[in-house]
């Protein structure tokens, strides 16, 4: 059994270890509230995009502009890509594909997966608990 990870960034610019992580770990969510403190839930890195949304309201259209506040990072970004920077910058989520390959993005990994000759269904570590 995995432990639950969490990283000491301390604003933009600042990334985890490119060796990554499964999506289906464990994290500690460190989105400021407030006074110093941080929400700290354990979550795992699919349900990212839900914990957000229930604990820390961030819903809306996918244009909705809000600020990171994953350890003070405060950088600005649209719903829509505030969970994708989160997932890649600070909790390090990588996808696999067969053929050894690493990418921090999803989409990225699908697309290579049309070209790569060892791709197949299911070939990637990274599987998701629907």
């Given at each position: 059994?995995?432990?639950?990870?969490?990283?000491?960034?301390?604003?933009?610019?600042?990334?985890?270890?490119?060796?990554?992580?499964?999506?289906?770990?464990?994290?500690?969510?460190?989105?400021?509230?407030?006074?110093?403190?941080?929400?700290?839930?354990i979550i795992r890195?699919?349900?990212?995009?839900?914990?957000?949304?229930?604990?820390?309201?961030?819903y809306g259209s996918?244009?909705?502009?809000?600020?990171?506040?994953?350890?003070?990072?405060?950088?600005?970004?649209?719903?829509?890509?505030?969970?994708?920077?989160?997932?890649?910058?600070?909790?390090?989520?990588?996808?696999?594909?067969?053929?050894?390959?690493?990418?921090?993005?999803?989409?990225?990994?699908?697309?290579?997966?049309?070209t790569c000759p060892?791709?197949?269904?299911?070939?990637?570590?990274?599987?998701?608990?629907?």
């Amino acid at each position: 059994m995995s432990g639950f990870y969490n990283y000491p960034s301390s604003g933009p610019g600042v990334s985890v270890s490119r060796t990554g992580h499964s999506i289906n770990e464990m994290f500690q969510c460190m989105w400021d509230c407030g006074h110093g403190l941080h929400c700290c839930a354990i979550i795992r890195g699919h349900s990212l995009s839900d914990h957000l949304r229930e604990a820390h309201g961030i819903y809306g259209s996918d244009k909705t502009r809000f600020w990171c506040l994953w350890n003070s990072c405060n950088r600005e970004s649209n719903k829509d890509s505030l969970v994708r920077h989160i997932k890649e910058t600070h909790m390090g989520i990588m996808y696999v594909c067969g053929c050894g390959s690493t990418f921090s993005r999803r989409d990225t990994l699908n697309k290579h997966n049309q070209t790569c000759p060892t791709s197949a269904p299911f070939s990637r570590r990274d599987t998701l608990n629907c």
